[in-house]
């Protein structure tokens, strides 16, 4: 006798059932499509977990945990949502089944997805070698930080050494790492946009490979390589034998991999240099009103290529050599066209003006949409940048505040490091 679909996988009632299906389809797809099947495959399991179960609050909890599994940065609306639910459903009659109903979706897909990502990551063929993973404590989320440690062991099996530094110790942890692996050795990163820049200056002066599974607030430095947010994802990729030459931008300062910002943004940066942890996402708001109320404009002498820019009337809000086309993190944007291993960088500078201008000025510039010639904002492709002011300014690299200087050059180094990540033909905006 033929069984329907319904009488297999019962869970859903109706239309709801059937919506929550054609979401979870419609992800696995999209996943698939941004060569992430990990995490197409944990959607898939939880939704197949959760299908088991008679009524949508199962599917429905399944396929929540799987997405706040897979994006880290969804958790807190999770937990909200089924909070509220919880409190809702108390509010009806049969209180207790629906509510036993949540909870057993959410366990089921818990332990059906972590399972799955165990088999995968143990059977998953790694490039040989001694690789060394180093935990930045001081950098984003403590909890994502343990979940890129299990990733990364079970991957690596035996062949691997942890190291769990601060911010203070991370150089010196590098440092030790590079020489431990030898050349051509593999050095593995958690941490945030500043943990990725400092080892990607560090590892470009030897012949070794660096991994990144990011954990911090932005992570725009592996949104422009297209590393996944999803740790057990990022760990295969950082073990894996994709690798890729990415530019570095040479300061007299250091080195930075993302950004080298001088203006508003490195004020911001200097603010927040002690905000850590769970604070960041409810500090970071009040701090960015604060540092545009009162941040001065900086007067700059700029030379692109040797050349004096005619712009230099104008003090600067910020001005910007990004080498990483992603900026603003998960609300951010891309730059058309930009890539982190062109051989050339962004000059993107901003003029002092009415923040709902400049902004939708910029706006319209980063994503090629204006409507008419720029007079505050502006962006270009630069080799080398010099800036010169009568007074100190403060210049941030990859996020870490540097002290004040009157002149600053900016190179870009070709190739100057090897990172592990998806060739570039494969990587979409994330």
């Known amino acids: 006798m033929r069984r329907t679909f319904d009488e297999v996988f019962p869970g859903g009632d109706g239309i709801s059932g059937f919506a929550l299906r054609g979401l979870a389809l419609g992800l696995i797809v999209r996943l698939l499509r941004r060569n992430q099947p990990l995490a197409a495959q944990s959607v898939g399991v939880a939704t197949i977990v959760g299908a088991l179960f ?3 609050e199962a599917l429905g909890a399944s396929l929540g945990y799987a997405l706040s599994r897979i994006a880290p940065a969804r958790r807190l609306l999770f937990g909200f949502a089924l909070s509220l639910y919880v409190v809702v459903a108390s509010l009806r009659d049969r209180a207790s089944s629906h509510v036993m109903q949540l909870l057993l979706g959410v366990a089921s897909a818990a332990i059906a997805v972590q399972v799955g990502e165990a088999a995968v990551m143990r059977g998953l063929c790694v490039a040989e070698g001694l690789a060394v993973l180093v935990v930045n404590a001081d950098s984003g989320s403590s909890r994502l930080s343990r979940r890129a440690a299990r990733a990364i062991s079970r991957c690596a099996g035996k062949g691997l050494e942890l ?10 942890a590098l440092h030790a790492a590079q020489y431990c692996t030898g050349e051509g050795g593999r050095v593995v990163v958690a941490g945030g946009d500043g ?36 740790p057990e994802e990022a760990a295969m990729v950082a073990l894996g034998r994709s690798v890729r030459g990415i530019d570095v931008l040479a300061t007299d300062l250091g080195m930075a991999a993302h950004a080298v910002n001088v203006g508003l943004v ?3 940066a200097r603010r927040v240099r002690d905000v850590r942890g769970w604070r960041r996402p409810l500090v970071y ?94 962006v270009e492709e630069v080799g080398r940048v010099e800036m010169h002011s009568t007074s100190p300014f403060v210049v941030s690299l990859d996020g870490e505040p540097c002290k004040p200087v009157t002149h600053l050059r900016v190179q870009v180094v070709h190739h100057a490091c090897r990172v592990a990540a998806l060739p570039r033909r494969l990587v979409s905006s994330r």
Not at 195 to 224: E, H, K, Y
Not at 342 to 371: M, P
């Open 195 to 230: 943990t990725a820049g400092t080892a990607i200056s560090i590892m470009s002066q030897g012949d070794g490979i660096l991994g990144i599974v990011p954990n911090g607030t932005g992570n725009d430095l592996a949104r422009s390589i297209g590393i996944s947010l999803y």
């Open 285 to 378: 708001p009040l701090v960015a009103l604060g540092t545009w109320h009162h941040h001065r404009s900086v007067a700059l002498k700029i030379r692109v290529d040797g050349e004096v820019m005619a712009r230099e009337a104008q003090p600067y809000l910020n001005v910007a050599v990004l080498n990483a086309p992603r900026i603003g993190g998960r609300i951010g944007v891309t730059l058309p066209g930009a890539s982190p291993d062109d051989g050339v960088a962004q000059l993107v500078t901003v003029a002092r003006s009415a923040w709902r201008v400049v902004l939708g000025e910029i706006a319209g510039v980063l994503r090629q949409r204006a409507r008419s010639a720029p007079r505050y904002a502006f």
């Open 54 to 56: 008679p009524g949508a």
């Open 266 to 268: 490195a004020d911001f």
């Open 163 to 172: 190291i769990y530094v601060g911010s203070k110790e991370l150089s010196g």
